[in-house]
């Protein structure tokens, strides 16, 4: 049996509960335990602070094959250090460790997939064989928290949300989903359920526990995993591969990383902006070690194609699924031809808008961090959150959505919200016509823990059509930089829980070095610094993290389609606590190479109340005040900022850390600026441009996130628009 978020946190609350419990009376009962199991040594429980974790593991002979292992195995290919004695030493790491009996049984399902003729290790005749089992086995048990305390996990530290991942990598480099079942004493780490009795055992330089099963993970992508349903005519989704297949994005959906940029890293040719290497206009910030690929793919099951069509899942052809969509008036203005590589067929404007280029975990599906409301340490949510990717082929709009009302994450739903001034931003209701789709939970067993993707089942048809678009056209299409350049995603960088400097200060090459960013292009005098504050310095943003860019810039983004024709207001957010901002001219068009400034340059320095430099801070004059008990003047106030291209922030979410009580809207740094309104088509693609015009190299050009506002929802008589 799935459980559903609230039945998780209510579970994980039982067992922090348990847990406290148990560190009181396990010295009082510690006997009475150790005769329940002859494997299980309750001895000193919770005071090995004079152990290591090579230690420990060396005096508990039910962990002896694993520490032989480690001393077998080395840290890296380019280290004669193993990891016994690296676990020796000083550090912070968090070990998943597999008994002896789990050593074996791993082995004995070697020998059923004829790897060795029998459990053992004599059985090895290839030395590069046995060495890699061996890697499997040790590396992917263990976390390097590095130094920080924050970052070895104890089963209270783990993320809550059901399928979702420890933030930092094991030694093999894959993240660990966490799994929690019917009882709050079962919880599984990678596939391998923890013993409830010897776990969170503290040591000097890590924690340890104790695990049922080697941790093992597949290695195959969503490609391999796709493949291998089409080759075994697996049920489940058979139908979603040979889609996947027919468009020809088999070759796409197998990349992980890519090898230029992994290679040109490691040569030491991706430089950290550090004042060793002549950056001094901020903090030390890192360069990212990868540039992974990552996808999602939203798939209706086999069962639900059964339904639809009224035959077995394995008997469905292309043609009856081309027919149903045709005589349904779906995709009308597609080809329906057998050509399924082009973004012009039928089946592929189908199947493309069911995968995004962004790998999204369970806990990722909506980034939650400081809307009103929210509580990260237990879940809880607050006001309702909505989240804009792009997909994949003919690029439209997917909307992803969770409320405290909704009972899960909905792709394209369209509740009324309780949106007024004095109300909470809550579902008031939702039409049935509008529900959307409820995202079903992923499974990350066995073969389907893939590296590369997420794969989360659906029981109804997702389609881009007329209702869908209309009612994106009757809303505010808020997104986060971040969540439309999907290297954020996949490579940590956006809202990172990671909490080392290298996560927390990370920044990105520009194109005179290696383009990182898909849809950004950036000159060679552009540094582009990520400040996370997510968790730690409480930046007055959404979502806590903040985008901070150097030197003469000059840098282009594409902008996300638009979901109907029309004319949009597009909006940029600013903050301006920093005395540190730059003046920017924009640019907006269809024609990369020749776009057309917007207006007079923006001078991100001026705020609610004050012109802040590095020289003075001054009145800024635009007419910023705090709300009043008076919504009609309140109305003035927003009509004579919106005069001088201005608005309030949001108040949708909190000015500073998680959990402030002060919402953007209250505070006079945070504002949204009014750059244009334009006629935009969706079946074009836009872009913006910013560019300095100040010759100081040290300011920073700001970005958080941006809004493109159809003019039914910012120029309506009628309902004007909210301020959430």
């Not at 923890?194 to 330089?205: A, E, G, K, T």
């Not at 203005?333 to 067929?345: I, K, M, P, Q």
């Not at 996370?532 to 389609?561: K, T, V």
């Not at 020289?615 to 004059?621: D, K, N, T």
Request: aromatic share 12%.
């Amino acid at each position: 049996m799935n459980l559903n978020t609230k039945q998780v946190e209510i579970k994980l609350r039982e067992m922090n509960l348990c847990m406290k419990k148990l560190l009181v009376l396990t010295s009082l009962v510690g006997a009475l335990f150790t005769a329940c199991t002859e494997q299980v040594d309750m001895s000193d429980r919770y005071v090995y602070t004079d152990y290591t974790i090579s230690n420990y593991l060396h005096n508990h002979e039910q962990y002896s094959e694993f520490y032989d292992l480690m001393g077998k195995v080395h840290v890296s290919s380019v280290s004669e250090t193993t990891v016994q004695q690296l676990l020796s030493a000083r550090g912070n790491y968090t070990i998943f460790v597999p008994t002896n009996d789990a050593i074996h049984a791993y082995l004995d399902s070697l020998v059923k997939q004829e790897l060795i003729p029998t459990a053992s290790w004599d059985a090895f005749t290839d030395s590069l064989t046995l060495d890699s089992i061996r890697q499997v086995i040790v590396l992917n048990s263990i976390i390097d928290g590095k130094d920080l305390n924050s970052q070895r996990y104890m089963v209270s530290d783990f993320p809550i949300t059901q399928n979702a991942e420890i933030p930092l990598a094991n030694m093999k480099n894959r993240k660990l989903a966490v799994h929690y079942g019917e009882n709050t004493d079962t919880v599984s780490v990678g596939g391998s359920k923890l013993d409830v009795r010897n776990r969170d055992i503290p040591v000097s330089n890590g924690v340890i526990h104790a695990i049922d099963a080697v941790i093992a993970p597949t290695t195959n992508s969503l490609s391999d995993l796709l493949a291998d349903i089409l080759h075994d005519k697996t049920e489940g989704f058979y139908v979603a591969a040979m889609l996947v297949q027919a468009c020809g994005l088999m070759d796409t959906l197998s990349r992980e990383e890519d090898k230029v940029y992994e290679r040109m890293y490691l040569l030491g040719q991706i430089d950290d902006f550090t004042s060793a290497n002549g950056y001094t206009m901020d903090s030390n910030s890192y360069a990212p070690e990868h540039r992974y690929y990552g996808y999602t793919y939203f798939a209706e099951t086999d069962e639900f194609w059964s339904n639809l069509l009224g035959k077995p899942a394995l008997e469905i052809t292309l043609d009856d699924i081309a027919g149903y969509l045709s005589s349904h008036n779906i995709y009308p203005d597609a080809v329906n031809d057998h050509n399924y590589t082009s973004e012009d067929n039928l089946i592929n404007q189908f199947t493309t808008y069911h995968l995004l280029k962004a790998r999204l975990t369970p806990d990722h599906l909506i980034y939650h961090y400081n809307e009103r409301g929210y509580n990260y340490k237990t879940g809880e949510l607050g006001v309702a959150m909505a989240e804009f990717y792009v997909t994949m082929g003919k690029r439209r709009l997917l909307q992803i959505f969770e409320s405290k009302e909704s009972g899960g994450v909905y792709l394209n739903r369209f509740p009324k919200l309780n949106n007024g001034p004095h109300d909470n931003y809550h579902e008031a209701y939702c039409e049935p016509e509008k529900e959307g789709l409820l995202i079903g939970k992923t499974n990350r067993e066995g073969k389907n823990n893939i590296t590369n993707a997420m794969l989360y089942p659906l029981d109804k048809l997702l389609v881009y059509d007329d209702a869908t678009r209309n009612n994106l056209a009757k809303g505010r299409i808020r997104f986060d930089f971040c969540a439309i350049w999907p290297e954020m995603t996949n490579n940590d960088i956006r809202c990172s829980f990671i909490m080392d400097e290298r996560h927390q200060c990370v920044c990105l090459p520009n194109d005179a070095t290696y383009r990182y960013l898909e849809d950004v292009w950036m000159n060679e005098t552009t540094y582009f610094y990520e400040a996370m504050g997510y968790l730690s310095d409480g930046y007055h943003n959404y979502q806590g993290d903040e985008m901070r860019i150097h030197g003469q810039l000059d840098m282009i983004c594409r902008l996300p389609p638009v979901p109907k024709k029309g004319t949009y207001e597009c909006r940029y957010s600013v903050t301006n606590g920093s005395t540190q901002r730059s003046i920017v001219q924009f640019y907006w068009g269809d024609d990369k190479d020749n776009l057309t400034p917007m207006g007079i340059p923006m001078d991100l320095r001026t705020g609610g109340l004050e012109r802040r430099t590095k020289w003075s801070v001054i009145p800024s004059g635009m007419g910023w005040e705090l709300d009043t008990d008076d919504d009609d003047y309140n109305a003035e106030v927003d009509k004579k900022l919106r005069t001088n291209g201005y608005m309030k922030g949001a108040k949708l979410y909190s000015a500073g850390t998680c959990g402030n009580s002060r919402m953007a809207r209250d505070d006079e740094y945070s504002t949204r600026r009014i750059l244009f309104k334009q006629t935009m088509d969706p079946d074009k693609t836009y872009y913006i441009r910013f560019k300095q015009v100040t010759d100081d190299a040290s300011l920073q050009f700001y970005m958080d996130y941006m809004e493109l506002v159809p003019k039914e929802v910012y120029d309506n008589p009628n309902e004007p628009e909210d301020i959430w």
